[in-house]
């Protein structure tokens, strides 16, 4: 039984079925940036004429069926997104790029800085194949210049080393590390995975949750940037695990959900399939 679950679940979210059911989210989470607002997430669809009732029935009885393999967990190893999930701006980026711009002499309001900001970080980034490389900074000359209007070298240090501290952020869940810790104690590895450049690191020091993860798998230092599967390989490689062992948890469908499918690791959504780390951590088999 729990076999024939395992094949239907793995058909009803395998990535090729699920993009039939609607587009990704084009959310613009990244290093200097606030998320923006994705979409609401397509209706889990009905595959096989499953109802869903039954598709909720599937679910539970897999994840039973890992527990029994796992010693009482479904999975090794839990792998975060950071931007949009671990952590988030503390303050809208139109609103910063010009609180800090002010004094530069930009003078394009809120609403024009986040319209050019997101014709901007939509455009080809021709230097590279990936955004974020090493510490990302001509990529971002580029953004914060085509949003604002401003290149002055002293705006943009200023506005580029302000991201990198604990002003600039602050943790989704308050939670989150009292889960970690229950995870970690209980055999899961923990990983981050995320596309950013090299402020991450210091970032996560600034937040004084460096110590609460076992691995950081950065797009900027393993060259490879979600949804492409490789960031989810290297991260199972630094943990030690297998991608069937793992799950991932991010806010965004394309690249969180759809990328870690390729890569062979399970998925939930934040904000739909789970909405906190303590719900995480149940669903993984873990109580705190």
Sequence with gaps: MASSARTKISKL?????????????????????????????????????????????????????RRNLYGGLTHKALLVDAVG??????????????????????????????????????????????????????????IVSSSTGCSDSQYFEE???????????????PDAEKVFQ??????????????????????LRALKCDHWFDAVAVSAEVEAEKPNPMIFLKACEFLGVQPEDAVHVGDDRRNDIWGARDAGCDAWLWGSDVKSFKEVAQRIGVQV
Aim: aromatic share 14%; proline share 9%.
């Design 182 to 203: 229950a995870l970690r104690k209980s055999g899961v590895k923990v990983a981050v995975v995320s596309n950013f450049d090299t402020r991450l690191r210091p970032l």
């Design 159 to 173: 506005l580029y080393n302000y991201y990198t501290t604990e002003k600039a952020w602050h943790l989704c869940d």
């Design 13 to 65: 979210f395998a990535p090729s079925n699920l993009r039939r059911f609607g587009p990704g989210s084009q959310s613009f989470s990244s290093s200097a940036a606030v998320a923006v607002e994705p979409p609401p997430p397509p209706s889990a669809p009905q595959a096989d004429g499953l109802s869903g009732s039954r598709i909720l029935g599937l679910i539970k009885e897999y994840e039973d069926y």
């Design 85 to 142: 999930t671990l952590v988030v701006p503390s303050q809208p980026m139109a609103q910063i790029y010009r609180q800090i711009g002010e004094k530069y002499g930009v003078e394009y309001s809120e609403g024009e800085i986040l319209n050019r900001y997101r014709w901007a970080y939509g455009q080809p980034w021709g230097r590279s194949r990936l955004r974020y490389v090493n510490d990302g900074r001509p990529f971002w000359q580029f």
